[in-house]
């Protein structure tokens, strides 16, 4: 089997796996349990960072795929692709930031830090977490589009 054959499917299962982190985190920090947040945070940045990785090897090496849909998905589908890209590219540099400001913050005392260290971390979690969430979930939907509603 080759390559391009399977990474479509790994990709979306590290999509997948990408938003229940990212929702177990979300409820993690909600209730206070930074550190817990903390861990699922970084297992949901290293399977991002995988699909990252398998996503880019999947699009230089597999040939344009054109959707086969007809009527009013076709729109649905280009509108959602469209949206799904362009906040994918904003969202690579939001998680880096989000992350590097979350880093710092554990750093000067972990748990122990002071609010005020935590804000500017938070300022940006706010734009990046509904963004990454929204990235991922429509990931999947692609995937499932192209791969099992119009599966060639």
């Known amino acids: 089997m080759e390559l391009t054959a399977v990474l479509p499917h790994v990709n979306a299962a590290l999509n997948a796996t990408s938003t229940v982190l990212l929702i177990i985190a979300y409820a993690l920090i909600r209730s206070g349990r930074r550190e817990a947040h903390r861990r699922v945070m970084i297992a949901a940045l290293i399977v991002s960072a995988i699909f990252l990785v398998c996503y880019l090897a999947y699009h230089f090496t597999a040939p344009v795929f054109v959707f086969p849909g007809t009527g009013w998905v076709v729109p649905v589908y280009y509108a959602m692709l469209v949206s799904h890209v362009i906040l994918a590219a904003v969202a690579t540099p939001l998680i880096a930031l989000t992350a590097w400001r979350a880093i710092k913050a554990w750093r000067s005392g972990g748990a122990a830090a002071p609010a005020q260290v935590y804000q500017r971390h938070r300022a940006i979690a706010r ?14 939907l692609i995937y499932a589009t192209l791969y099992h509603v119009y599966a060639p």
């Not at 990046?128 to 990931?139: A, D, Q, S």
Request: proline fraction near 7%.
């Open 127 to 140: 734009w990046t977490f509904p963004i990454w969430l929204y990235v991922t979930v429509t990931g999947v």
